[in-house]
C-alpha cells in the first residue's frame, strides 16, 4: 500500500531560525495536504496542493509539490514560538476519499 | 466553520467492556473517518464511511466496529476492549472530493483501558 514518510521526525530550532520538514512518498500522489497539530490539540488543515512543482504561501510557510508528485516539504521562515506543533503531510488513498497520513515531524522552538 | 465533536475527551475502561466512540459533524459531510494517534507512530486509519450505512477498512481494523445510521454520526466501537487499544482516537469528516478543505478534526477521545 502507500506509504507516505516524513523527515525529520525531530527538529529543534531557535526561534527565528527557518524549519523544513520534508514529504516522500511511493507512488505519484494526485495531491497533498499539510495539517498543523498543536501539543494538545488535534490536526488543523493548512493546505492542498494539487499541480506539480506548485508553490504556495501561507505568511511564513511555503509548501511545494515536486515535479513529479512524488513528495513535498514545508518551510517555516524566521520561526516564531507560536510555530510549535506536529506537521503532518497526507497523500490520497484508494478510491481518493481517504488520505494516509505521514509519520509527522514534531517541531520544537527555543525561545 | 465545520466542527465535528466527539462525545467524550477521556475515557476509562476496562479490560473487556465494550466500549463507543461518538463523533458528530454539523456540515453534512459524505465521510467520516476514524484514526487512532500513538506516539512514533502517526495517525492510522481504522475505518471510514463515505455515506450513510457504508463503511469501510482502513489499516487497522481488527478490534474495531463502527455504524453509521445518520448522516451526521459515525461510532466506533471496540467490541472487547484490551489495554492495547489505550490510545488517542480522532474522527474526522470531508466532503467528496476534499476540495481545499481538507479533513476537519474533532477534539479527540483519549481513552484508557485497564
Known amino acids: 500500500g502507500q506509504q507516505v514518510m516524513q523527515i525529520p521526525q525531530y527538529q529543534h530550532v531557535q526561534e527565528g531560525e527557518d524549519f523544513t520538514t520534508y514529504c516522500n512518498s511511493s507512488t505519484t500522489l494526485s495531491n497533498i495536504q499539510w495539517y498543523k497539530q498543536r501539543p494538545g490539540g488535534h490536526p488543523v488543515f493548512l493546505i492542498q496542493l494539487v499541480k506539480s512543482g506548485e508553490v504556495k504561501k501561507q505568511k511564513r510557510l511555503t509548501f511545494q509539490f515536486g515535479e513529479a508528485k512524488k513528495n513535498s516539504s514545508l518551510h517555516i521562515t524566521a520561526t516564531q514560538t507560536t510555530d510549535v506543533g506536529t506537521y503532518f503531510c497526507?497523500?490520497?488513498?484508494?478510491?481518493?476519499?481517504?488520505?494516509?497520513f505521514g509519520t509527522g515531524t514534531k517541531l520544537q522552538v527555543i525561545p | 466553520d465545520v466542527k465535528v465533536t466527539q462525545s467524550s475527551r477521556y475515557l476509562v475502561k476496562r479490560t473487556g467492556e465494550k466500549v463507543f466512540l461518538e463523533c458528530v459533524q454539523d456540515m453534512d459531510h459524505e465521510n467520516m473517518f476514524w484514526y487512532r494517534q500513538d506516539p512514533g507512530l502517526g495517525l492510522r486509519l481504522i475505518y471510514f464511511?463515505?455515506?450513510?450505512?457504508?463503511?469501510e477498512k482502513g489499516d487497522i481494523p481488527e478490534g474495531y466496529s463502527v455504524s453509521r445510521e445518520k448522516k451526521e454520526r459515525f461510532s466506533l466501537i471496540l467490541e472487547s476492549a484490551s489495554t492495547n487499544q489505550t490510545s488517542m482516537y480522532l474522527c474526522a469528516s470531508s466532503a467528496p472530493g476534499q476540495g481545499n478543505y481538507g479533513y476537519t478534526f474533532g477534539s479527540g477521545t483519549r481513552l484508557t483501558v485497564v
Open positions: 497526507a497523500g490520497p488513498g484508494w478510491g481518493y476519499q481517504k488520505v494516509t
Open positions: 464511511s463515505y455515506d450513510v450505512k457504508m463503511k
